[in-house]
């Protein structure tokens, strides 16, 4: 099986990065952060869990595994939905001028938001397609994972180097590449996503037209924008789950 210690690097090491970055400006102030915002740590934190738990159950508990994938069908909308309204939440710091850290990066983080969200879906959804092959689908699943690298790393306490985040990962994507070539494609894709986003961020994300149009974000209800991301998100996923094969077993005449 591949990546066998996966689960391992992912509770060992990119779980207390997550708990180190987040704790300032997420986790002290639990009580005081919006419900846009505990929407997108709880399913972020969860989707993190999921990936780590379906790397060990496919080592050790493969019934667990293949049950614990039915989630993907629920998680994935949820967790859309929950990117979209923190989204909607920095827009609105942003377009208020409300929070220093936001007024300045706010829809420059947007931006890379929206990639990011649409990129796990579509790798959510590439990782179903290739569910009989291991080491591809395996390989789109951790993926996504390496997704959230770069905004962990950016608030991390470590030294102001630009685009350390994306750096970060890049690297780490292509050393996954290099391990595993043949099935190595998600990673190369994480890799030109990281260096899309280092050059979005300077880019289009830093234009005044994304800027009024980030900032009308905050025109549209909650409740639509939250719809609308689980409804695409859904559009996606649900296609690829194999409903009609098992249909079509069930239908089957006995004998």
């Known amino acids: 099986m591949p990546y066998r210690h996966a689960h391992y690097v992912i509770l060992l090491v990119l779980v207390p990065a997550i708990a180190v970055a987040f704790t300032p400006h997420y986790f002290y102030d639990l009580p005081g952060a919006s419900v846009a915002f505990h929407a997108h740590g709880l399913t972020a934190s969860l989707w ?32 859309a939905a929950g990117g979209a309204l923190a989204m909607q939440s920095m827009a609105t710091k942003f377009a208020t001028k409300s929070d220093p850290f936001y007024a300045m990066l706010g829809a420059r983080l947007g931006l890379d938001d929206v990639v990011a969200t649409i990129a796990l879906v579509l790798m959510v959804r590439a990782a179903i397609v290739h569910r009989r092959r291991m080491g ?52 190369l894709i994480v ?65």
């Open 48 to 79: 993190v869990l999921l990936v780590m738990a379906q790397s060990w159950t496919a080592h050790a508990r493969f019934a667990l595994h293949k049950a614990l994938a039915r989630s993907v069908l629920v998680l994935v909308p949820l967790f």
């Open 136 to 187: 591809l689908h395996a390989a789109y699943m951790l993926s996504t994972v390496l997704l959230v690298l770069s905004p962990v790393i950016e608030r991390l306490p470590l030294p102001r180097v630009p685009h350390l985040g994306e750096i970060v990962t890049l690297v780490i994507a292509l050393a996954l590449y290099a391990m595993r070539r043949r099935d190595g494609l998600p990673f």
């Open 191 to 255: 890799a030109a996503l990281s260096v899309e986003r280092a050059v979005q961020f300077e880019t289009v994300a830093a234009t005044d037209a994304w800027a009024r149009l980030f900032s009308r974000l905050t025109e549209v209800p909650s409740i639509v924008v939250a719809l609308l991301a689980m409804l695409a998100a859904v559009a996606v996923i649900w296609p690829a789950w194999p409903w009609k094969r098992r249909v079509a077993a069930r239908s089957l005449p006995a004998g």
